[in-house]
């Protein structure tokens, strides 16, 4: 290697770290379990229509980014260059070839939250030079490389951390580690209903990150955001140009407005740009009349494959995602393997003890069992909700139990109660303080209360996806006991105890 000038030299593009872990990025992740270091490794920054590759990237929450280049220089190779201290070359942590990547990371941050984000400091990883190496090395090298901002060959965990937290004084007005990486990694932020931004697990970023194969399966336990995880995919699929067309199927035309309108709210968050008709949110059935309709077939109200379905080849989409693949008819399932063999299918199973086992929407949420009339309690929890200016209720039921309540409490409360149908489009629905529906529109809901009525008359997945709508409270009532409530009641009274 012949070095005529480290400035030159510097600004070479860095090479790529590898996706094998080598010996320090082992011992930073290593180091990563045991303090509050957040280590991201190969990932992407997406912004507009631009993409940008990290090597390395580690958060500390107390103290700001710390970014990392790879370089193989050797001992041999150093001391043999001819290195010349450029003029006016600047002595700081600022020399090493960064500021493409830290000004991507501001204009970021600045657009997003109007600031500069965190403070970023640089680190060059050595694999193969030692301490004692670089002490034998010219002093022009060691002044454009100061030690302090090296990772050697032979850097240990403490020596590691030591180098990291001497870069600044701890911090306590940094933004959470949510925001912070939520805002850098729009591809690991899913959205809550107030739009606040939670930094994906690594279970999620891990199905994000992996190429989909031609059927991927994500499973998961209720509440586990598997949905959001489809949004997140889609939105980094289009954005890597692996897919021009995605098709995602929800159950009902409300759910597909709904997650419509989140789709919309992500993208809005991340800045990309991304054309919006490349992504159609339909129901099954309506992809089913899409084919038919190609097919110069009559068109259906339900899930029906008809077999003429299952001979034409019928290329609608790069990608397929279903969610909610479980509840749907085994038919349906074959059809969209069959209609995806030459493209990718994405099906997604309500599950548990799978990829995706943690249930994010159960935290300080109260849980209520009443044996009792069901018809008076529903009517006193309500007129208790109200009176406490309680926010969004939502009485979960069959038809003939709505009927008599809403019926009834024209005498109880001034509030005018609406039903919610899934079936209707978002424009058409009036969403008010006070809501009833049926078990099978609840599909994308989501509410502060819920009070949920016959339940012997619905599946266990319908219960326990009631369940998880609610994010203040939950409140069954029941006239006799069953199987299903003593199952629930072992559940979530154990999990409050907890």
């Known amino acids: 290697m012949n070095i005529s000038s480290l400035t030159s030299f510097f600004k070479k593009k860095p090479l790529k770290l590898t996706s094998l872990d080598t010996i320090l990025i082992k011992r ?17 920054i997406y912004h507009h229509s631009s993409v940008y590759n990290i090597g390395l990237i580690v958060l500390d929450s107390s103290r700001g980014l710390y970014l990392f280049e790879s370089k193989e220089w050797t001992y041999d190779e150093l001391k043999k260059a001819d290195i010349q201290k450029a003029q006016n070359q600047e002595n700081s942590t600022e020399t090493l070839a960064y500021e493409n990547t830290q000004n991507i990371i501001k204009q970021k941050f600045n657009e997003l939250t109007h600031n500069d984000g965190v403070p970023i400091f640089n680190y060059l990883m050595m694999e193969n030079l030692n301490v004692d190496e670089y002490q034998h090395l010219n002093d022009s090298f060691k002044s454009l490389l100061p030690k302090e901002k090296i990772i050697f060959s032979d850097s240990n965990q403490a020596d590691i951390l030591k180098k990291l937290q001497n870069s600044c004084q701890e911090r306590a007005d940094l ?24 930094l994906c697990t690594n279970e999620q ?24 995880l489809l949004l997140l995919k889609s939105i980094v699929e289009m954005l890597d140009q692996n897919s021009k ?60 494959v008809h077999p003429k379905l299952m001979k034409k080849y019928y290329n609608i989409a790069d990608t397929i ?44 949420r109260e849980v209520n069992f009443h044996k009792t009339n069901p018809h008076a309690k529903t009517l ?18 069959n038809t003939s139990s709505r009927e008599k309540l ?18 209707e489009a978002l424009m058409n629905q009036k969403f008010n303080n006070l809501l009833f529906c049926n078990y ?13 009525l016959d339940l012997c008359f619905t599946s266990e997945n319908e219960i326990e996806y009631a369940f998880n709508l609610a994010h203040s409270s939950v409140d069954v009532v029941y006239e006799e006991e069953s199987k299903e409530i003593i199952e629930l009641r072992n559940k979530y009274e154990q999990d409050k105890e907890e």
């Open 406 to 423: 809403q019926e009834d409490l024209t005498s109880f409360i001034e509030e005018e109660p609406d039903t919610i149908n899934s079936s």
């Open 245 to 304: 067309k995605i098709f995602i199927l929800k159950p009902t035309i409300l759910a597909c407005d709904i997650f419509k309108q989140k789709l919309l709210n992500l993208i809005e968050h991340a800045i990309v740009e991304i054309d919006l008709s490349s992504i159609e949110i339909i129901t099954p059935v309506e992809l089913l009349n899409k084919h038919l309709l190609k097919l110069a077939k009559e068109t259906i109200s339900h899930i029906e």
């Open 321 to 364: 995602m279903c969610d909610d693949a479980d509840l749907l008819p085994k038919e349906f399932i074959q059809y969209l393997n069959f209609i995806q063999k030459k493209s990718k299918l994405v099906l997604v199973n309500t599950l548990l003890d799978t990829q995706l086992n943690k249930n994010f929407k159960t935290l300080n």
């Open 440 to 452: 099978s529109d609840i599909n994308e809901l989501n509410t502060n209360h819920i009070i949920l």
């Open 28 to 44: 930073l992740k290593s180091l990563s379990l045991q303090t509050n270091l957040l280590v991201f490794k190969d990932v992407k």
């Open 380 to 397: 006193q929890l309500i007129s208790k909700l109200l009176r406490e200016k309680a926010k969004d209720i939502l009485i979960i039921s």
């Open 205 to 228: 970023r891990e199905f994000i990150d992996t190429p989909l194969k031609n059927v991927t399966y994500l499973n998961g336990c209720h509440g586990s955001g598997k949905s959001n």
């Open 175 to 198: 933004q959470s580690v949510d925001e912070i990486m939520g805002t850098l990694f729009i591809q690991y932020a899913i959205l809550d209903r107030q739009k606040e931004v939670h």
